[in-house]
């Protein structure tokens, strides 16, 4: 069939019973993708009716005294979990087209029109069918293609500066020979060499390919239009996009003041100059509380690359409370902030396993603290209550977990009474019990605000009032084997469980301290991001409006939080913001952009190192690699500091690179290169479209080297993987950095350099 039509697929379904209702479902899907796992058609009769093998299990407990090695036989993929959101587009172009649930007519006909788009290449029609006692499946290949395929095929991604090669491939399949025009032209951040209209002869069944040059100028989305036409009224018309993304990773500059009443404030342009031009978007926003940016917070939430459990519980947990878009990045596309809180649960319930408990990167993976699962499922929890679709059995699952955990003194014991004692599934005699026994000992504020909340809301004041007392003047405690706890998280969290059991003395008492320490802070966690939000949600309510005015525009009236988002047209004209309220208000100023110079290399308190390698272990030229080589990226480093370090590492390839393999270690803890030596054990890790992504633990927090299984240096990492060479031209090689996910300041990043790829 021909592409770009709506066609009609006729389906006859036997053996269908009278006045029974019967229903299909057709599939139609790129047969390379199929191809890619080995995709075997949909054959429920074959699970209904096959032969069953009786089931074997094996019981042995003399394997629980042995230290496990982790999950066994799991299949890993690549995802968009970590490491950034990934390309925008790219200029490959698949097909998976689903009917949805289609009614059989009586006579066991149905007909299915689907709308096949711009494609060349084979589909593989699926189809199911199924009544109440009944149920089939029947599939069929379709070629697909025009008589003439005229096909551009690009590099996946560009980086401004980038020269490469994009090849043009005609085939005259089935049409008349003769001459073809061929017409090429590109727009935005893209421009490509020996455009416009060129003429190619073509016999029946003759092949031509013609490599062009594409340039990338600056950061963006490029466009690239192909039009081919040809005897016989034959004419397409195909447009690409290309993603030109900056091989540096964007910064943020973050500027907060105090606008006095009458005060105005104009953006100053020249913050821009260390931006790419068109890369820089800037946040003006105003808060009641110090030291608080409420879209400042929310937007870089929103930012954050990575994506465990932890991180996507974090970036989640506000939006329920702050559901203004506004307030966000938002572009036309956005899905909105409902969207990003239902993703949240729907990706964290894929990650929890039958016993209620959640894994840090998937199910299972038995990474995940105990504090965390209590985090987990007090957003879900709360998620429910806000109408947002949890089912009621994994929240269920959830409860019986924390129900059926410990009832000592630590950190998650007492988050998890809290948060059963807002479901009102606390026992108050474990409570007491836990106040009794434990209080005295727990030094964590955060533990106590919330033990003390837990006895509140189950009516026993007394020792609540205790606990509360401790938890406030415990404020600046710090535990540093806990990567999720600082002084700013637990002060906020202290003032969200205040508000939220009514402890108006509490809360007096630790506002102050919360808004000193938040304007104190040059970097802030994901954990206190998410309980200033949260703490910010329960300090707002009730606030007054404040009366701001921008330019000229006479003043408004708006509710606190407030954002603006001017465009960089509006700064460079001028932009002001004037405050006409009664009192004074906090300011803040976001830019986040990509950086027009190449950041150098880093080493703050951990250290990396990046070699590329040739399959025998020779370092590679850069300045000579050839198409279709076989290289080995190697990074290694080192933590500097005494700590225990969740390290996550990125390493952006440069465009003509592809990733082939990502090297795992054997028994011995050694890959299939015996020169690479040992390699790490990895919480995660992922081949994306344009870069590597990993994630591992570091342990130096001793004098005496911490040892694996295998001999390898914990306070070491080394990660390797296999890339192939697949572009010409002249790219930026970007940096690899490394850093630690809950600390953003340590961090190291190797220098940026180039390599060239010359055409085999």
């Not at 091989?247 to 907060?256: D, F, G, K, R």
């Not at 040892?707 to 296999?722: E, G, I, P, T, W």
């Amino acid at each position: 069939m021909r592409p770009r039509q709506t066609v009609r697929v006729d389906l006859k379904v036997a053996n269908v019973t009278s006045g029974e209702p019967a229903f299909v479902t057709l599939a139609a899907v790129d047969e390379g993708i199929l191809q890619l796992t080995r995709f075997v058609s949909p054959a429920p009769h074959k699970y209904y009716f096959g032969k069953r093998r009786l089931a074997v299990d094996i019981r042995d407990d003399y394997g629980r005294l042995l230290e496990g090695i982790g999950p066994v036989g799991q299949i890993r993929s690549g995802g968009d979990g970590m490491g950034g959101r990934g390309l925008p587009v790219v200029p490959t172009k698949s097909v998976a087209l689903f009917s949805g649930v289609v009614p059989v007519g009586a006579d066991g006909t149905v007909q299915v029109p689907p709308e096949i788009p711009d494609f060349n290449g084979r589909l593989r029609l699926m189809a199911v069918a199924f009544s109440k006692g009944s149920v089939g499946a029947g599939e069929a290949a379709v070629t697909v293609r025009d008589p003439v395929i005229a096909e551009l095929i690009l590099p996946r991604f560009l980086a401004p500066g980038d020269e490469g090669r994009m090849t043009l491939q005609l085939h005259n399949v089935d049409n008349a020979p003769g001459a073809y025009q061929v017409t090429l032209d590109a727009s935005g951040a893209v421009a490509v060499d020996g455009g416009g209209a060129h003429s190619y002869e073509l016999a029946r069944d003759g092949k031509r390919l013609e490599t062009i040059a594409i340039r990338a100028a600056a950061a963006g989305i490029g466009r690239i239009n192909l039009a081919v036409s040809g005897p016989g009224g034959f004419a397409v018309a195909r447009d690409y996009a290309i993603a030109v993304r900056s091989p540096h990773y964007p910064v943020t500059l973050e500027q907060a003041a105090l606008q006095a009443r009458g005060a105005e404030f104009t953006v100053d342009p020249a913050l821009l100059e260390a931006f790419v031009p068109g890369s820089a978007s800037v946040s003006l926003s105003y808060s009641g509380v110090r030291g608080i940016d409420v879209p400042g917070l929310l937007q870089s939430l929103d930012r954050y690359p990575f994506g465990c459990t932890e991180q996507l519980t974090s970036r989640a947990f506000p939006l329920i409370h702050f559901n203004d878009l506004a307030l966000l990045e938002a572009k036309p596309q956005d899905k909105g902030v409902a969207w990003r809180v239902q993703d949240a649960i729907d990706q964290l319930l894929q990650r929890q396993d039958a016993d209620g408990a959640f894994g840090l990167w998937r199910v299972g993976d038995g990474a995940a603290t105990p504090w965390l699962q209590v985090f987990a499922t007090d957003f879900i929890a709360r998620a429910k209550a806000a109408n947002y679709d949890v089912p009621s059995g994994a929240i269920a699952r959830a409860y019986r977990r924390l129900q059926g955990g410990g009832r000592g003194g630590s950190d998650a014991d007492a988050y998890a009474a809290y948060v059963l004692a807002r479901a009102n599934l606390a026992d108050i005699g474990e409570l007491r019990y836990m106040h009794d026994r434990f209080a005295e000992k727990m030094r964590s504020p955060i533990a106590l605000g919330q033990l003390g909340g837990a006895l509140a809301m189950m009516g026993d004041r007394a020792r609540a009032a205790s606990v509360f007392e401790r938890a406030q003047r415990g404020l600046g405690y710090k535990d540093p084997k806990d990567y999720y706890q600082t002084p700013l998280r637990d002060a906020a969290a202290l003032v969200q469980i205040a508000a939220e059991t009514a402890q108006p003395d509490l809360l007096q008492a630790v506002v102050g301290q919360l808004e000193t320490l938040g304007s104190r802070a040059k970097y802030t966690t994901t954990q206190e991001k998410a309980w200033m939000l949260l703490a910010a949600d329960a300090m707002l309510k009730g606030a007054g409006p404040v009366m701001l005015s921008v330019n000229d525009l006479a003043p408004a009236s708006l509710a606190l939080p407030t954002s603006f988002k001017p465009t960089l047209e509006h700064i460079a004209r001028g932009y002001r913001i004037g405050n006409h309220g009664q009192g004074e208000v906090w300011r803040s100023l976001v830019i986040h952009g990509t950086p027009k110079e190449a950041p150098p290399a880093l080493a703050n308190g951990l250290t990396i190192k990046k070699s590329i390698l040739t399959l025998d272990g020779t370092p590679v030229d850069l300045d000579q690699v050839r198409q279709n080589d076989r290289m080995i990226v190697s990074i290694e480093g080192r933590a500097m500091r005494r700590d225990l370090i969740p390290a996550v590492l990125v390493d952006m390839l440069p465009t003509g690179f592809e990733i082939e393999a990502m090297l795992v270690r054997d028994e011995n803890g050694n890959t299939p290169y015996g020169f690479l030596g040992p390699v790490n054990v990895l919480r995660t890790r992922e081949a994306r479209d344009d870069r590597f992504v990993a994630a591992f633990d570091l342990n130096n927090q001793d004098d005496a080297s911490y040892y694996d299984s295998k001999r390898m240096n914990l306070a070491q990492f080394h990660v390797a993987y296999v890339v192939r060479a697949v572009t010409p031209g002249d790219f930026v090689l970007p940096a690899a950095s490394v850093e630690d996910m809950y600390k953003p300041e340590v961090m190291a990043r190797t220098e940026v350099k180039r390599v060239r790829i010359q055409a085999r």
